[in-house]
Protein backbone atom coordinates (compact mmCIF):
# COMPACT_ATOMS: atom_id res chain seq x y z
CA UNK A 1 0.00 0.00 0.00
CA UNK A 2 0.57 3.97 -0.09
CA UNK A 3 2.96 5.00 2.48
CA UNK A 4 3.34 8.67 2.75
CA UNK A 5 6.08 10.41 5.52
CA UNK A 6 6.03 14.08 6.14
CA UNK A 7 8.79 16.27 7.93
CA UNK A 8 8.84 18.09 9.86
CA UNK A 9 7.08 16.83 12.32
CA UNK A 10 7.50 20.51 14.09
CA UNK A 11 8.02 23.80 12.17
CA UNK A 12 8.06 27.11 14.20
CA UNK A 13 8.96 30.34 12.45
CA UNK A 14 8.55 33.93 13.15
CA UNK A 15 5.53 35.97 11.70
CA UNK A 16 6.52 36.96 7.94
CA UNK A 17 8.87 34.45 7.18
CA UNK A 18 8.24 31.22 4.92
CA UNK A 19 7.31 27.74 5.84
CA UNK A 20 7.98 25.11 3.84
CA UNK A 21 6.60 21.08 4.71
CA UNK A 22 7.87 18.28 2.86
CA UNK A 23 5.89 15.05 1.63
CA UNK A 24 7.05 11.43 0.34
CA UNK A 25 4.75 8.88 -1.06
CA UNK A 26 5.67 5.35 -2.40
CA UNK A 27 2.62 4.37 -4.78
CA UNK A 28 4.31 5.66 -8.12
CA UNK A 29 -0.28 5.08 -9.06
CA UNK A 30 -0.98 7.83 -6.78
CA UNK A 31 -2.03 11.01 -8.55
CA UNK A 32 -3.94 13.35 -6.80
CA UNK A 33 -1.91 14.75 -3.70
CA UNK A 34 -4.41 17.12 -1.03
CA UNK A 35 -2.96 19.67 1.85
CA UNK A 36 -5.62 20.01 4.81
CA UNK A 37 -4.91 22.37 7.88
CA UNK A 38 -5.83 21.28 11.13
CA UNK A 39 -7.17 23.85 13.92
CA UNK A 40 -7.28 22.76 17.13
CA UNK A 41 -10.70 20.86 17.92
CA UNK A 42 -11.70 21.01 13.91
CA UNK A 43 -11.93 18.76 11.73
CA UNK A 44 -9.04 19.50 8.63
CA UNK A 45 -9.98 21.29 5.89
CA UNK A 46 -8.40 21.41 2.14
CA UNK A 47 -6.42 24.64 1.58
CA UNK A 48 -4.85 23.80 -1.77
CA UNK A 49 -4.36 20.01 -3.79
CA UNK A 50 -2.70 19.17 -7.08
CA UNK A 51 -2.71 16.66 -9.30
CA UNK A 52 0.12 14.42 -11.04
CA UNK A 53 -0.14 16.74 -14.60
CA UNK A 54 0.56 19.44 -12.54
CA UNK A 55 3.95 20.74 -11.18
CA UNK A 56 3.03 23.78 -9.09
CA UNK A 57 -0.08 25.29 -8.16
CA UNK A 58 -0.22 28.48 -6.25
CA UNK A 59 -3.30 30.32 -4.40
CA UNK A 60 -2.45 33.47 -2.58
CA UNK A 61 -0.21 33.47 0.04
CA UNK A 62 0.24 29.11 -0.74
CA UNK A 63 2.00 26.86 -2.98
CA UNK A 64 2.34 22.89 -3.87
CA UNK A 65 5.26 21.31 -5.63
CA UNK A 66 5.37 18.04 -7.26
CA UNK A 67 8.06 16.17 -8.37
CA UNK A 68 6.49 12.73 -10.14
CA UNK A 69 9.74 11.39 -10.68
CA UNK A 70 11.09 11.49 -7.24
CA UNK A 71 8.03 10.49 -5.52
CA UNK A 72 7.50 13.78 -3.38
CA UNK A 73 5.77 17.25 -2.65
CA UNK A 74 5.54 20.15 -0.84
CA UNK A 75 3.54 23.16 0.69
CA UNK A 76 5.06 26.01 0.82
CA UNK A 77 3.66 29.07 2.84
CA UNK A 78 5.02 32.29 2.55
CA UNK A 79 4.69 36.02 5.00
CA UNK A 80 3.52 33.76 7.19
CA UNK A 81 0.50 35.10 10.39
CA UNK A 82 0.12 34.10 13.47
CA UNK A 83 -3.44 32.47 12.31
CA UNK A 84 -1.65 30.77 9.89
CA UNK A 85 -0.39 28.28 13.17
CA UNK A 86 -2.11 24.78 12.90
CA UNK A 87 -1.41 21.17 11.82
CA UNK A 88 -1.18 20.40 8.38
CA UNK A 89 -1.07 17.06 6.45
CA UNK A 90 -0.28 15.89 3.34
CA UNK A 91 -2.12 12.96 1.89
CA UNK A 92 -1.58 11.29 -1.55
CA UNK A 93 -4.58 9.41 -3.40
CA UNK A 94 -4.41 6.62 -5.74
CA UNK A 95 -5.89 6.68 -9.39
CA UNK A 96 -7.82 3.52 -8.75
CA UNK A 97 -9.09 1.03 -5.85
CA UNK A 98 -10.61 2.76 -3.27
CA UNK A 99 -9.30 6.47 -4.04
CA UNK A 100 -8.87 6.49 -0.48
CA UNK A 101 -6.01 9.07 0.60
CA UNK A 102 -3.55 8.20 2.58
CA UNK A 103 -1.96 10.77 4.80
CA UNK A 104 1.10 11.99 6.31
CA UNK A 105 1.92 12.35 10.01
CA UNK A 106 1.32 15.75 10.43
CA UNK A 107 3.28 19.12 10.80
CA UNK A 108 2.60 21.26 13.83
CA UNK A 109 3.48 25.08 12.33
CA UNK A 110 3.83 27.70 15.20
CA UNK A 111 3.85 30.91 13.41
CA UNK A 112 5.36 33.33 16.45
CA UNK A 113 4.42 36.95 16.49
CA UNK B 1 -18.55 24.51 -0.88
CA UNK B 2 -19.21 21.13 0.35
CA UNK B 3 -20.76 21.10 3.99
CA UNK B 4 -20.03 17.99 6.21
CA UNK B 5 -21.76 18.36 9.69
CA UNK B 6 -21.13 16.14 12.49
CA UNK B 7 -23.11 15.99 15.96
CA UNK B 8 -22.33 16.70 18.89
CA UNK B 9 -19.25 18.07 19.03
CA UNK B 10 -18.98 16.86 22.50
CA UNK B 11 -19.83 14.22 24.48
CA UNK B 12 -19.20 13.05 27.83
CA UNK B 13 -20.23 9.36 28.95
CA UNK B 14 -20.15 6.81 31.48
CA UNK B 15 -18.04 3.88 31.06
CA UNK B 16 -20.35 1.06 29.53
CA UNK B 17 -23.24 3.27 27.95
CA UNK B 18 -23.20 4.17 23.85
CA UNK B 19 -22.70 7.12 22.18
CA UNK B 20 -24.03 7.61 18.77
CA UNK B 21 -22.25 10.30 16.48
CA UNK B 22 -23.98 11.54 13.58
CA UNK B 23 -22.16 12.79 9.88
CA UNK B 24 -24.74 14.27 7.36
CA UNK B 25 -23.79 16.14 4.05
CA UNK B 26 -25.37 19.23 3.70
CA UNK B 27 -25.37 19.92 -0.03
CA UNK B 28 -24.84 17.07 -1.31
CA UNK B 29 -24.98 12.81 -1.52
CA UNK B 30 -22.72 10.67 -0.49
CA UNK B 31 -22.92 7.41 -1.09
CA UNK B 32 -19.21 6.79 0.92
CA UNK B 33 -18.58 8.34 3.98
CA UNK B 34 -15.40 7.26 6.19
CA UNK B 35 -14.69 7.62 9.53
CA UNK B 36 -11.18 8.58 11.21
CA UNK B 37 -10.14 8.39 14.69
CA UNK B 38 -7.57 10.98 15.82
CA UNK B 39 -5.26 10.74 19.00
CA UNK B 40 -3.82 13.50 20.61
CA UNK B 41 -1.14 14.86 18.48
CA UNK B 42 -1.37 12.09 15.90
CA UNK B 43 -2.49 11.47 12.30
CA UNK B 44 -5.84 10.56 11.24
CA UNK B 45 -6.28 6.82 11.40
CA UNK B 46 -9.24 5.90 8.97
CA UNK B 47 -11.73 3.36 11.00
CA UNK B 48 -14.54 2.57 8.52
CA UNK B 49 -15.91 2.87 5.10
CA UNK B 50 -19.76 3.73 5.82
CA UNK B 51 -21.86 2.88 2.38
CA UNK B 52 -25.32 3.74 1.76
CA UNK B 53 -27.54 0.66 2.18
CA UNK B 54 -24.97 -1.68 2.74
CA UNK B 55 -22.48 -2.58 4.77
CA UNK B 56 -19.82 -0.81 6.74
CA UNK B 57 -16.13 -1.92 5.54
CA UNK B 58 -13.99 -2.21 9.03
CA UNK B 59 -9.82 -1.79 8.62
CA UNK B 60 -8.10 -4.19 10.21
CA UNK B 61 -7.93 -4.26 14.05
CA UNK B 62 -11.34 -1.82 14.22
CA UNK B 63 -13.91 -3.57 16.25
CA UNK B 64 -16.95 -3.56 14.14
CA UNK B 65 -18.98 -4.95 17.00
CA UNK B 66 -17.55 -1.88 18.93
CA UNK B 67 -18.10 1.20 16.37
CA UNK B 68 -21.44 0.09 14.74
CA UNK B 69 -21.88 2.07 11.84
CA UNK B 70 -25.20 2.77 9.84
CA UNK B 71 -25.29 5.14 6.49
CA UNK B 72 -29.59 4.93 5.88
CA UNK B 73 -29.67 7.52 3.86
CA UNK B 74 -27.65 9.37 1.14
CA UNK B 75 -26.99 12.21 3.31
CA UNK B 76 -26.45 10.18 6.82
CA UNK B 77 -24.01 7.66 8.02
CA UNK B 78 -23.70 7.47 12.05
CA UNK B 79 -21.52 5.70 14.14
CA UNK B 80 -22.40 4.18 17.83
CA UNK B 81 -19.43 3.25 20.17
CA UNK B 82 -20.51 0.36 22.13
CA UNK B 83 -20.16 0.04 25.96
CA UNK B 84 -18.00 2.85 25.84
CA UNK B 85 -14.59 2.32 28.16
CA UNK B 86 -12.09 5.28 29.11
CA UNK B 87 -9.88 3.60 26.55
CA UNK B 88 -12.59 4.39 23.87
CA UNK B 89 -11.91 8.42 24.52
CA UNK B 90 -10.69 10.32 21.53
CA UNK B 91 -11.41 12.62 18.54
CA UNK B 92 -13.38 11.37 16.15
CA UNK B 93 -14.62 12.64 12.82
CA UNK B 94 -16.44 11.65 9.58
CA UNK B 95 -15.50 12.61 5.89
CA UNK B 96 -17.24 12.00 2.35
CA UNK B 97 -16.00 13.01 -1.55
CA UNK B 98 -18.22 15.55 -2.64
CA UNK B 99 -17.84 15.29 -6.35
CA UNK B 100 -16.71 11.35 -6.35
CA UNK B 101 -13.58 10.10 -6.21
CA UNK B 102 -10.54 11.53 -6.87
CA UNK B 103 -11.73 14.47 -5.43
CA UNK B 104 -10.63 15.99 -2.11
CA UNK B 105 -12.35 14.91 1.36
CA UNK B 106 -14.60 17.10 2.78
CA UNK B 107 -14.40 16.85 6.56
CA UNK B 108 -17.29 17.18 9.77
CA UNK B 109 -15.66 19.13 12.48
CA UNK B 110 -15.24 15.81 14.37
CA UNK B 111 -16.59 15.13 17.91
CA UNK B 112 -14.45 14.78 21.04
CA UNK B 113 -15.49 12.19 23.14
CA UNK B 114 -14.85 11.27 26.52
CA UNK B 115 -15.47 8.29 28.81
CA UNK B 116 -15.41 8.14 32.44
Known amino acids: GENVEQHPSTLSVQEGDSAVIKCTYS??????FPWYKQELGKGPQLIID?????GEKKDQRIAVTLNKTAKHFSLHITETQPEDSAVYFC????????????FGRGTSLIVHP | GAVVSQHPSRVICKSGTSVKIECRSL??????MFWYRQFPKQSLMLMATSNEGSKATYEQGVEKDKFLINHASLTLSTLTVTSAHPEDSSFYIC????????????FGNGTRLTVT
Open chain 1, 50 to 54: IRSNV
Open chain 2, 95 to 106: SAFNTGVNSPLH
Open chain 1, 27 to 32: DSASNY
Open chain 2, 27 to 32: DFQATT
Open chain 1, 91 to 102: AATPSGGSYIPT
